[in-house]
Nanobody, 114 residues
């Protein structure tokens, strides 16, 4: 199983980016996909999640600005990030975990300039 993120980059404050997480293997449709981020000197934090049934979770700091979605036919999850702020700058990771496994992507850098 591999998770491959893409879509990060440098954007000005107020701009938008869409991250993608492509999951190989057969586990995608039966699991939730979590999005984490880690800024320098800070702990990794859960930003958003989407269950296999499409229910969503967002941490308070991104509510109303980020939208998580998934396309089960493409085994891909997305994190649409709007109205980005400098404090959103971090390496973003997607994660799929089950009872006996815990897979992470390689991370994609998001940098928001003020």
């Amino acid at each position: 199983v591999q998770l491959v993120e893409s879509g990060g980059g440098l954007v000005q404050a107020g701009g938008s980016l869409r991250l993608s997480c492509a999951v190989s293997g057969s586990i995608f449709s039966i699991n939730a996909v979590d999005w984490y981020r880690q800024a320098p000197g800070k702990e990794r934090e859960l930003v958003a999640a989407i269950t296999s049934g499409g229910s969503n979770y967002y941490t308070d700091s991104v509510k109303g600005r980020f939208t998580v979605s998934r396309d089960n036919a493409k085994n891909t999850a997305y994190l649409q990030m709007n109205t980005l702020k400098p404090e959103d700058s971090a390496v973003y990771y997607c994660n799929v975990k089950g009872r006996f496994y815990n897979y992470w992507g390689q991370g994609t850098q998001v940098t928001v300039s003020s």
